[in-house]
Nanobody, 125 residues
Framework: QVQLVESGGGLVQAGGSLRLACAAS????????MDWFRQAPGKEREFVAA????????YYADSVKGRFTISRDNAKNTVYLQMNSLKPEDTAVYYC??????????????????WGKGTLVTVSS
């Protein structure tokens, strides 16, 4: 059974930083691209960042480019999202998701194979 478990969310002031983690189990982690998505209250879920299965290629939404960094540790089956210079508009539930390598585009799409349950990030002004 595949499980993706996010952690690291919380309350932070604007301008602050948080590091999210997503621990994967039940799959061959190094064979999956990993993404972060978010859903703000009353809004649709949106793509945030993606990283290839080997970690060499990353993609970012324009809204987070230069502030967020996605990374992965295949030895720990974990993907991270370092979030700096946080803004109130970054407030959302953040989800990680996995897509098998060579099974289609894994960035700027929500057509993923597995999803976590999310972790809440609240940025106060």
């Amino acid at each position: 059974q595949v499980q993706l478990v996010e952690s690291g969310g919380g309350l932070v002031q604007a301008g602050g930083s948080l590091r999210l983690a997503c621990a994967a189990s039940g799959l061959t982690f190094s064979s999956y691209a990993m993404d972060w998505f978010r859903q703000a209250p009353g809004k649709e879920r949106e793509f945030v960042a993606a990283i290839s299965w080997g970690g060499r290629t990353t993609y970012y939404a324009d809204s987070v480019k230069g502030r967020f960094t996605i990374s992965r540790d295949n030895a720990k089956n974990t993907v991270y999202l370092q979030m700096n210079s946080l803004k109130p508009e970054d407030t959302a539930v953040y989800y990680c998701a996995a897509k098998m390598a060579y099974s289609g585009r894994y960035y700027f799409t929500d057509n993923m194979d597995y999803w976590g349950k999310g972790t809440l990030v609240t940025v106060s002004s």
